[in-house]
């Protein structure tokens, strides 16, 4: 069979659809064995490559972080009613 006859409409069909899930299979496989081999030879160079927990991680630390300092400017602003410029400023 021809790549073509894996796609579209036909695949649906029982008599396509074994086939076409072996051959997903077997690409997911080889992409899977490609990925992990240039894992293994960029490592030892100085890449550092990020997982979705490392990712997810980082990204609550920064968003830790970010809340922590607007509550501290929260804090800050709500005892300082001046104006940081030394302009007057209207209440209202």
């Given at each position: 069979m021809?790549?073509?006859?894996?796609?579209?409409?036909?695949?649906?069909?029982?008599?396509?659809?074994?086939?076409?899930?072996?051959?997903?299979?077997?690409?997911?496989?080889?992409?899977?064995?490609?990925?992990?081999?240039?894992?293994?030879?960029?490592?030892?160079?100085?890449?550092?490559?990020?997982?979705?927990?490392?990712?997810?991680?980082?990204?609550?630390?920064?968003?830790?972080?970010?809340?922590?300092?607007?509550?501290?400017?929260?804090?800050?602003?709500?005892?300082?009613?001046?104006?940081?410029?030394?302009?007057?400023?209207?209440?209202?």
């Open positions: 021809v790549r073509s006859q894996f796609s579209g409409p036909e695949c649906t069909q029982q008599a396509y659809l074994d086939d076409a899930q072996a051959v997903a299979r077997e690409i997911m496989r080889r992409a899977r064995h490609n990925v992990e081999a240039l894992i293994v030879k960029l490592e030892p160079l100085g890449y550092e490559l990020l997982t979705a927990n490392r990712n997810a991680a980082t990204s609550l630390q920064g968003l830790s972080q970010a809340m922590g300092m607007m509550k501290a400017m929260g804090q800050f602003t709500a005892g300082n009613h001046s104006n940081p410029h030394g302009r007057a400023t209207k209440r209202g």
